[in-house]
T-cell receptor, first 113, second 108 residues
Framework: DVKVTQSSRYLVKRTGEKVFLECVQD?????MFWYRQDPGLGLRLIYF???????EKGDIPEGYSVSREKKERFSLILESASTNQTSMYLC????????????FGQGTRLTVV | KNEVEQSPQNLTAQEGEFITINCSYS?????LHWLQQHPGGGIVSLFM???GKKKHGRLIATINIQEKHSSLHITASHPRDSAVYIC??????????FGTGTSLTVIP
């Protein structure tokens, strides 16, 4: 079974802190994604990566950066956390090709106080 | 504007009822996915469709490419089916586009 693991289920951080969310997948997938999920808005793409050291902005990249130094690991960085970044963050991975599934991590519920 | 529309947004059903969740999309797609998210956050893939119909247990998914519409049906619903159901599509390339989800509650 494909496993996508996010480093934390719940996080509470203070405004202005630098926050790292880590995601690791074990199936050698090329593509990895970071989404945030908010009530009524669904999943919105923050960044995705289609290869090591490659990244593309999604729909809402402002206030976030990412890092992909190894194929299995994709990190989301909040440079200076703000209260409007309180959300559920979901990582996903997939192989390349339009007929492939996305596999999701369990999510990280981040609260910024 | 979200290119994937789901309805209804919320749905409450009695145990045993037949349930239908709908998904419409705006342009031609390569594949459509139905996902399930239980309380606590984790998302699992139920179906991937590019045409026709698929069945898994009490779940049935259909897609009409010409009408740009898909439905997820649950027969003989059960409280353990309570979850958020999400429709997602891939147009071209590697990105997924998601509906806002349908929150289903099945009452015993």
């Amino acid at each position: 079974d494909v496993k996508v693991t996010q480093s934390s289920r719940y996080l509470v951080k203070r405004t202005g802190e630098k926050v790292f969310l880590e995601c690791v997948q074990d199936m050698d997938h090329e593509n990895m994604f970071w989404y945030r999920q908010d009530p009524g808005l669904g999943l919105r793409l923050i960044y995705f990566s289609y290869d090591v050291k490659m990244k593309e902005k999604g729909d809402i990249p402002e206030g976030y950066s990412v890092s992909r130094e190894k194929k299995e690991r994709f990190s989301l960085i909040l440079e200076s956390a703000s209260t409007n970044q309180t959300s559920m963050y979901l990582c996903a991975s997939s192989t390349t090709g339009v007929y492939t599934e996305a596999f999701f991590g369990q999510g990280t519920r981040l609260t910024v106080v | 504007k979200n290119e994937v529309e789901q309805s209804p947004q919320n749905l409450t059903a009695q145990e045993g009822e037949f349930i239908t969740i709908n998904c419409s999309y705006s342009v031609g797609i390569s594949a459509l996915h139905w996902l399930q998210q239980h309380p606590g956050g984790g998302i699992v893939s139920l179906f991937m469709l590019s045409s026709g119909k698929k069945k898994h247990g009490r779940l049935i998914a259909t897609i009409n490419i010409q009408e740009k519409h898909s439905s997820l049906h649950i027969t003989a619903s059960h409280p353990r089916d309570s979850a958020v159901y999400i429709c997602a599509v891939r147009f071209t390339g590697n990105q997924f586009y998601f509906g806002t989800g349908t929150s289903l509650t099945v009452i015993p």
